[in-house]
T-cell receptor, first 115, second 112 residues
């Protein structure tokens, strides 16, 4: 089954304690991205990657890091989480075809609370 | 830059009522347009899409037509069910682009 898998689904942590949210896709997609979802703001892109070792900032990258060492994995790293990073996070992947992205597949989401 | 504006919710309807969620966009060129649905506790799923002007996307009884002249992509369903209760997101990818730009989402609640 084609899917994007995120872990964990829920996470409560304290300010300043480094954490990693994992994301893996089994569709051999080139393009992967991370979004955060906040009430009234829709989804905002944090970082994206167009292929292995190619990453770039999205709209709200401050306080986040990513890496893309393998095509299937795209972890999101919060080196020093702060309460304003409390949010619902989604990983997504899509096929890059004909110079544009096609349908995006989303993970189930990770609800992060930073206290 | 690109932007998507959709009506604020929540929208509360009775079962079998007609649903319309308005979506307008700002983008250069000819973006691809999407509606995503998020059921409670789940990730986003693609509901339907349209890639060029006058295309109509349809799925699960939902429809939306790509209107270049009004830069709109309104979502409609003729007879909603309780199971349609969800948050609906309008989104676009600009031509030769890679980033999805989302609207703020519209929560729909269908009551029996």
């Amino acid at each position: 089954e084609a899917q994007v898998t995120q872990n964990p689904r829920y996470l409560i942590t304290v300010t300043g304690k480094k954490l990693t949210v994992t994301c893996s896709q089994n569709m051999n997609h080139e393009y992967m991205s991370w979004y955060r979802q906040d009430p009234g703001l829709g989804l905002r892109q944090i970082y994206y990657s167009m292929n292995v070792e190619v990453t770039d900032k999205g709209d709200v990258p401050e306080g986040y890091k990513v890496s893309r060492k393998e095509k299937r994995n795209f972890p999101l790293i919060l080196e020093s989480p702060s309460p304003n990073q409390t949010s619902l996070y989604f990983c997504a992947s899509s096929l890059w075809a004909g110079g544009r992205n096609t349908e995006a597949f989303f993970g189930q989401g990770t609800r992060l609370t930073v206290v | 830059g690109n932007s998507v504006t959709q009506m604020e919710g929540p929208v509360t309807l009775s079962e079998e009522a007609f649903l319309t969620i308005n979506c307008t966009y700002t983008a250069t060129g000819y973006p691809s347009l999407f509606w995503y649905v998020q059921y409670p506790g789940e990730g986003l799923q693609l509901l339907l899409k349209a890639t060029k002007a006058d295309d109509k996307g349809s799925n699960k009884g939902f429809e939306a037509t790509y209107r270049k002249e009004t830069t709109s992509f309104h979502l409609e369903k003729g007879s909603v069910q309780v199971s349609d209760s969800a948050v609906y997101f309008c989104a676009l990818i600009k031509a030769a682009g890679n980033k999805l730009t989302f609207g703020g989402g519209t929560r729909v609640l269908v009551k029996p």
